[in-house]
């Protein structure tokens, strides 16, 4: 197995980075990220925090840039990203071990995540020859009306660390054919990953002699994220991560009268009915709730059976979860690799602490191992407790692989039980019946952002606007017409007439 020095030194990475990045990378002065891997808590390299000096000599540049960027044609701009994918897609497998020793997604699933940049750069590049605007009839003669959309400025972007590569891409690559530059502030427990892709980024930007569009910044929330969202040169910030930072990210955003598009927490809920087709729905759940070590967004979080297969899926969800291999992400069969750090692990522990507490059943995991040679990991077993909807813990997202199971009678109560809790990310249902697919598609069904059918939660594809409602804070990212979020839209009235008739026949005779 390769070590992790020589994973770093394949992406030209050094064992203390700069992590902040304005067209050239600053000195790394400021105080330092020691990036320790989850996978065995070894210590993996350092990384320099943006100061305030370097914060408002990124947003200075920032504005600069902009002012070059927005004047490039957009397909000229999508070229661009287009280019950044394709110098991805060869460095795809460094990346992906780099994604994989910061934060320990398996080795396909670190590849994934750049695959998922790619997929974004192609649709960024289509997008770049699409961004039309409506046009309006007039109720004036000789008028024309009509909309445009028009680049918004430098806009932030704050990331976390479970996806610490493509949702930024989801959002820096549209903002980037929409003419916008973007600041990036990762998670500070993924800052590895982020200067990984700015230096493959630097790359093509430099030789186009394209004007600097990507600017990144290390640091801490409660330091750069308050810098950012406090500062009015910023039109939009968008913001992956907890509820609780959403709220407060919203409200400082908002005092401003700036923008936000946020993707907070997801407690997604799959419902397998008794018509469906059983592998499947097996398949779909425990990829969701199991993917990424259950630190995924749109992880399943809770499984609602019905009462008539409800022992029998319960029984074959405890014998998939006992072939599951839990350790070392890099090794072949392994499906959950450790949880980001140790503050996971204890709300992982707490969580089932309460959930027993509160009436829960554990009927599978429900405790920390330890991996041979990885002593100081931070692996958990994947766990199943059976559940009822009222239990306070059910209603919060455990970044971690437990899945609340539980019964439901007829297909509205099973979605009240869907409905039921304060996020509103992802949601799926497993049947072959019509009536049912559609009442979980109907007006009274999902309340949330992304509504699966036979497949699961988790996993959602680009092309769509993914987001969600109500605790999910609302946001649209990456595909449909999220492109809109980061411009402005401008309603055109244009007289080619020779007189000045009035809207809603108003006389102003003088
Ligand atoms: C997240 O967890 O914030 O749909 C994003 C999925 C991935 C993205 C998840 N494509 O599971």
């Known amino acids: 197995m390769e ?29 330092m990220i020691t990036v320790n891997s989850p996978i065995d808590g070894e210590y993996i390299a350092k990384v320099s925090m943006a100061t305030k000096d370097d914060y408002e000599n990124i947003v200075s540049r920032a504005i600069e840039e ?107 690559f549209i903002a980037a054919v929409d003419g916008d530059v973007v600041i990036w502030k990762p998670s500070s427990k993924a800052v590895l990953t982020a200067v990984a892709v700015m230096k493959v980024i630097e790359k093509v930007l430099k030789r186009n002699n394209a004007p600097n569009i990507f600017f990144l910044m290390a640091g801490s929330g409660s330091e750069g994220g308050e810098w950012i969202t406090n500062d009015k040169r910023i039109p939009l910030v968008s913001f992956t991560g907890s509820v609780p930072v959403g709220k407060r990210i919203s409200e400082n955003v908002a005092k401003r009268l700036g923008k936000t598009i946020l993707e907070l927490g997801g407690n997604n809920g799959a419902i397998v009915s008794d018509k469906c087709d059983i592998d499947m729905a097996l398949k779909g759940v425990v990829f969701g709730a199991l993917a990424t070590g259950g630190q995924r967004c749109t992880t399943t979080r809770r499984v609602i059976v019905n009462e008539k297969i409800y022992s029998d899926f319960l029984e074959r969800l405890k014998n998939a979860y006992s072939t599951i291999k839990v350790g070392d992400p890099r090794e072949k069969g392994v499906l959950v690799g450790p949880l980001i750090d140790e503050d996971a692990v204890k709300n992982y522990e707490n969580a089932i602490d309460l959930a027993i507490k509160q009436g829960g059943k554990l009927v599978f995991g429900g405790k920390r191992i330890k991996i041979d040679k990885h002593e100081n990991g931070h692996y958990v077993m994947p766990t199943i407790i059976e559940a009822n909807p009222g239990m306070d813990i059910v209603n919060e997202e455990t970044f971690a692989p437990i899945l609340y199971v539980m019964k439901y009678k007829t297909i509205d109560e099973a979605i009240n039980i869907h409905n039921s809790v304060p996020q509103g990310l992802s949601s799926a249902i497993f049947t072959n019946d019509l009536r049912e697919e559609e009442a979980f598609l109907s007006v009274y069904g999902s309340d949330c952002g992304l509504a699966n059918v036979n497949t699961s939660t988790a996993g959602a594809e680009i092309g769509g606007a993914f987001g969600g409602e109500k605790d999910t804070g609302g946001g649209r990212e990456s595909g449909s017409d999220a492109w809109k979020y980061y411009m402005r839209r401008q309603t055109v009235t244009k007289n080619w007439g020779n007189t000045l008739p009035l809207a809603q026949d108003v006389v102003f005779d003088f």
Not at 22 to 28: F, S
Not at 137 to 144: F, K, L, Q
């Open 66 to 172: 902009f002012k070059k960027w927005r004047m490039v044609p957009a397909p000229k701009r999508g070229l661009i990203i287009k280019e950044i994918g394709d110098e991805l897609r060869k460095e795809k497998k460094n990346l992906g071990k780099i994604v994989t020793i910061e934060v320990g997604k398996t080795a396909s699933e670190g590849e994934g995540e750049i695959q998922e940049m790619i997929d974004v750069s192609d649709l960024a590049l289509g997008l770049s020859r699409q961004l039309y605007g409506l046009t309006i009839t007039s109720e004036r003669p000789y008028h024309r009306m009509y909309e445009q959309w028009i680049p918004l400025g430098p806009v932030a972007v704050i990331t976390s660390f479970n996806f610490p590569a493509s949702v930024w891409s989801w959002n820096a």
């Open 3 to 31: 070590t992790y020095s020589e994973i770093l030194s394949s992406m030209g990475i050094d064992e203390i980075n700069s992590g902040v990045y304005y067209g050239d990378w600053a000195k790394p002065t400021g105080k």
